[in-house]
């Protein structure tokens, strides 16, 4: 990837996997750097997009005023995939809008894989208007989901 863009071969897309690739090692400061070239290189990219909308609510300096100007264009011009709404539903968050949030996850969760986060972001939404037992049972799934990927992980590790 690194090569790619030294290159000149194919640099957003480059700069988008490499820094969906920091952030996911935890890397926030490169993940941003790349994110934000991709989105300059490619605007229009809905993924691209996405992702750079996603690591502006999830950085070490949030901009969740510029993340919703983002996905609000992503979802205008695509409102069928629920991973969009699921990153809409963390910047209205971002942006302490509990009911917001709320209808965001719940359109995506249906048709997501299920996610840990996507319910931690269900708790902290349905805990800030007050529904206790909703934020609860959404911890409760969050944990599931989490012991399940631990299992899993352990299977795959084990030597055959």
């Not at 790349?34 to 229009?44: A, D, W």
């Not at 944990?143 to 990927?149: P, R, Y």
Request: aromatic share 6%; charged share 30%; no cysteine.
């Amino acid at each position: 990837l690194k090569k790619n863009i030294v290159e000149g071969k194919a640099v957003g897309v480059s700069h988008l996997i490499l820094g969906t690739s920091y952030f996911e090692k935890g890397e926030v400061k490169l993940a941003g750097t790349h994110l934000e070239q991709s989105f300059r290189l490619l605007p229009t990219g809905l993924i691209v997009a996405n992702n750079f909308a996603w690591y502006l609510v999830n950085s070490d300096t949030p901009e969740p005023d510029r993340a919703i100007q983002i996905i609000d264009a992503v979802i205008k011009e695509d409102s069928v995939r629920p991973e969009f709404h699921e990153t809409r539903g963390h910047v209205l968050l971002a942006l302490k809008d509990w009911k917001g949030a709320i209808a965001e996850f719940e359109l995506a969760l249906p048709k997501l894989t299920p996610s840990s986060e996507t319910h931690r972001g269900l708790a902290k939404a349905y805990e800030n208007l007050g529904d206790e037992s909703m934020a609860k049972d959404h911890i409760v799934r969050a944990e599931q989901i989490e012991a399940s990927k631990r299992s899993a992980t352990r299977v795959d590790e084990t030597p055959q």
